[in-house]
């Protein structure tokens, strides 16, 4: 066999070892989502769940923030425009809800923004001062994009009017509303539509 072939062969036999090693890898690539288990909560059509959203600006707080919402083709629309000169924040929430979700990892919305960001809020039994505490973690969109984005309820923190508390941690046994907030502090036109909620468990 001459030293050409040899060299052939054995540049073939390393392309095939290295194409069997990563067909061999390639289910440990796959993408979180692709390995999580989920429970549906909303996704704005007639046979989803109600959560009865109401619309909550800093008018309540002498704010000059607008927003609201739509629900059409099986979407919700939040938008309006918010102001930081008072408040700052216009928010969407559901009534009183009852969930336990302590057999989750967290929140899973499908959305089409703007590329601000934004807040997903829970509220359970907790109290702080005999008020209710609120839960907020934070989200990044991208202009125009449909995205599914998971928000762990670690990365959740308890405040209370937009002040972070020391505790208590958030039971997610205990789930009593949830809440979309705009409240970047950073002045003018928003926008998102809410295509799905969802809770979403990691497989272990």
Not at 111 to 139: I, L, P
Not at 159 to 175: C, N, V
């Amino acid at each position: 066999m001459t030293n050409h072939l040899k060299h052939f062969l054995h540049r073939v036999a390393v392309r095939w070892n290295a194409a069997l090693f990563c067909l061999l890898l390639a289910p440990l690539s796959f993408s979180e989502a692709d390995q999580l288990d989920t429970l549906p909560l909303t996704s704005f059509n007639g046979d989803s769940t109600d959560f009865g959203w109401y619309v909550q600006n800093d008018n309540v707080m002498g704010g000059k923030s607008e927003g609201g919402f739509d629900i059409a083709q099986g979407e919700l629309f939040f938008s309006g425009n918010t102001n930081t000169d008072g408040g700052g924040f216009s928010s969407i929430r559901t009534r009183s809800l009852t969930l336990d979700l302590s057999a989750y990892t967290g929140i899973r919305v499908k959305v089409k923004a703007d590329g601000r960001r934004y807040t997903w809020g829970v509220q359970t039994d907790a109290r702080w001062r005999g008020r209710r505490v609120n839960y907020w973690a934070d989200f990044e969109t991208m202009v125009g994009e449909t995205e599914t984005i998971d928000i762990p309820f670690t990365k959740f923190f308890p405040q209370f009017r937009g002040f972070k508390l020391d505790g208590p941690e958030i039971d997610t046994s205990q789930i009593k509303e949830f809440a979309l907030y705009q409240y970047d502090k950073t002045d003018g036109p928003f926008a998102m539509n809410l295509i799905s909620v969802e809770a979403y468990r990691e497989e272990e």
